[in-house]
């Protein structure tokens, strides 16, 4: 994958699970993002393909990909006054036909994804006067409501603090137990990764550097060899997952005793 003649991906053979969290890690540039801006034709590959069931999404009509995939990227520009269920209302275009009325179908999709985001008690509020998460529930909630099995996400706690961040994650969580949904996400904090995802795909320098399992992938060689940063890797104690413990690298400062 390109931007003009820079290579920012390349040389991937890459196969997602589906059912299941895939979380794309990586240092800063290497590549997170426009591996998503692939997944979901945002961005077309020099070389190869992207399928789906098998399926180059390149060849699908558009609103066919959009009734199977939906995306919530890293920085969503918000209609200026819309309200949370008007924004909402939006994911249901890819269902609609041209000039077809709004049906209790369509409704019924935006009341469930209000509902299962918890901003069904916002949804009058305009969406630029929320907080950040709140913000960022309603777009997964338009998401949701575009009812498709495969969800993608671009660095979704972004710009969020450490409980809203936690908020985000256990939603996706929950729409992938419950709901069933295939969940891509991008994702910058390992331990969150490796708590919230069934699957890592690690990237570095826009090249895969391990694909797999947490547990099987996430050890403090990988740490070193991808971020240039000395750990130790232990299982978290709430969750028992791999957790990155940096080395203490001498500042000068006094450490506690």
Known sequence: ????????????????PGDAVTAIVGPNACGKSTLLR???????????TVALDGTDIHRMPAR??????????????????????????????????????????????????LERTGTAVLRDQPVDQLSGGQRQRAWIALAL???TDLLLLDEPTTFLDLRH????????????????????MVLHDLGQAARY??????LKDGRL????????????????????????????????????IPKHRPTGRRTPA
Request: proline share 8%.
């Open 64 to 113: 066919a990909l959009a009734r199977r995939m939906g995306l919530l990227p890293q920085q969503p520009v918000t209609p200026e006054a819309i309200t949370v269920e008007a924004l909402v209302r939006l994911g249901r275009y890819p269902h609609q036909r041209l000039l077809s009325p709004w049906s209790s179908a369509d409704q019924a999709a935006v009341d469930a994804a």
């Open 209 to 244: 550097a391990a694909a797999g399992p947490p547990a099987d992938v996430l050890d403090a060689e990988l740490v070193k060899s991808v971020f240039d940063v000395d750990c130790r890797v232990i299982p978290d104690p709430e969750s028992g997952t791999p957790l990155v």
């Open 1 to 16: 994958m390109r931007y003009g003649d820079r290579v920012i991906v390349g040389g991937l053979d890459l196969v997602l």
């Open 197 to 202: 995802a069934d699957h890592l795909v690690v």
């Open 38 to 48: 692939g997944l979901t034709r945002l961005l077309a590959p020099a070389d190869g």
């Open 145 to 147: 409501a575009q009812d």
């Open 165 to 184: 961040q936690l908020d985000v994650l256990d939603l996706v969580a929950e729409l992938h137990a419950q709901a069933g949904r295939t969940v891509v």
